[in-house]
Each structure stands twice: as structure tokens, then as C-alpha cells.
């Protein structure tokens, strides 16, 4: 059981840069890979981002490549989602996710790989 908090969320306008965070609590697994998704009303939760338990490995989403970078902080319990560049097609709900097993380079890549979800924080995006 694990609890992941999103942060960072608020409205700024296209071409801005926003980071997110994401804080694990309660149980925490060595290994879990954590990730970064998004959803719009009416669409399927898209995938943002991925990062492995060791930092190595990384993948992100087509839309989001070149302008968001995702990391994680040394206790590794706190991923970030360093957002530049931002776009209004970027507004969104995004949502920290978490996979409770794994090894330290596996890297969430879908929603099918995902345990554990964030409540989310907005992002707006404005022309």
C-alpha cells in the first residue's frame, strides 16, 4: 500500500514552464517504478511519463517529448515532472502513478503497469 501525492499543479499560460511532484507515503517497495499520466474529460488517461527505480531508464509520451523531463529526488520516494514549453493541449489532470513490483530498471509505459494512483493535480494551460 502506497499513497502517492501529486503537487505543483496551477494555471499558466502557453510557452510557460510548471513542476510537478509527486510524494510517496505509507509502504514504500524498493524498486517500484514511478510515472506521470494525464486525462482530459471524454479522453483515455494518456501516459506522460516513466522513470525507473534507479533513474536510468526513462520513456516518455510522443506529445511530450523535448519539453517535459521527468526525475527523481534521492530518496527516491519523490518524482518531478518538469514541465517547459507548455502547450494548451497540455491542460490536463496529471496523475502519479506507481507499480508495486518491478526491477530497478523496469519503466511504467502504459496504464495496464500501474498499481497505484495519485489523486491528481490540474494543469491549465491558457492560449
Known amino acids: 500500500q502506497v499513497q502517492l501525492v501529486e503537487s505543483g499543479g496551477g494555471s499558466v499560460q502557453a510557452g510557460d514552464s510548471l513542476r510537478l511532484s509527486c510524494e510517496a507515503s505509507?509502504?514504500?517497495?524498493?524498486?517500484?517504478?514511478m510515472g506521470w499520466f494525464r486525462q482530459t474529460p471524454g479522453k483515455e488517461r494518456e501516459y506522460v511519463a516513466g522513470?525507473?527505480?534507479?533513474?536510468?531508464?526513462?520513456y516518455y509520451g510522443d506529445s511530450v517529448k523535448g519539453r517535459f523531463t521527468i526525475s527523481r529526488g534521492g530518496a527516491k520516494n519523490t518524482i518531478y515532472l518538469q514541465m517547459n514549453k507548455l502547450r494548451p493541449t497540455d491542460t490536463a489532470v496529471y496523475y502519479c502513478a506507481a507499480r508495486n513490483t518491478g526491477s530497478r530498471y523496469f519503466v511504467i509505459r502504459s496504464v495496464d503497469s500501474v498499481d497505484s494512483w495519485g489523486e491528481g493535480t490540474l494543469v491549465t494551460v491558457s492560449p
Open positions: 522513470i525507473s527505480w534507479s533513474g536510468d531508464n526513462i
Open positions: 505509507g509502504r514504500t517497495l524498493s524498486n517500484y517504478p
